[in-house]
């Protein structure tokens, strides 16, 4: 599964992006699906997942450092994945990725476990 994701760019602190996830021409609505984001010269840090469609149970998941701002989503086919980030901070400046992956939810917020990555788009925001 090639995943793709888009809705980077500039924006001021206190601005908004929404971020999409998708995989042209598959569907991955039985994965679940991460972001991460890698700020230069750091590792890559897990942000926020969803669970896969159609489960018995909806869940999402965020990192402290997001919490409140971001919201994660999937479209009711559950083949795009968005992420609605509100009151973006310089210390979000970062590329973000998607990935998805099969497998118990738990672990979720290690990199390590997810199975396909998107090439990844840039946030940057502006103080």
């Known amino acids: 599964v090639q995943l793709q994701a888009s809705g980077g760019g500039l924006v001021e602190a206190g601005g908004s992006l929404r971020l999409s996830c998708a995989a042209p021409g598959r569907t991955f609505s039985n994965y679940h699906v991460g972001w991460f984001r890698q700020a230069p010269g750091k590792e890559r840090d897990f942000i926020s997942a969803v669970t896969r469609s159609g489960g018995p149970t909806f869940y999402a998941d965020y990192a402290e450092s997001v919490k409140g701002r971001l919201t994660i989503s999937r479209d009711s086919a559950g083949n795009t994945v968005y992420l609605q980030m509100n009151s973006l901070k310089p210390e979000d400046t970062a590329v973000y990725y998607c990935?998805?992956?099969?497998?118990?939810?738990?672990?979720?917020?290690?990199?390590?476990?997810?199975?396909?990555w998107g090439k990844g788009t840039q946030v940057t925001v502006s103080s």
């Open positions: 990935a998805a992956r099969l497998g118990p939810w738990e672990y979720r917020a290690d990199a390590n476990n997810y199975n396909y």
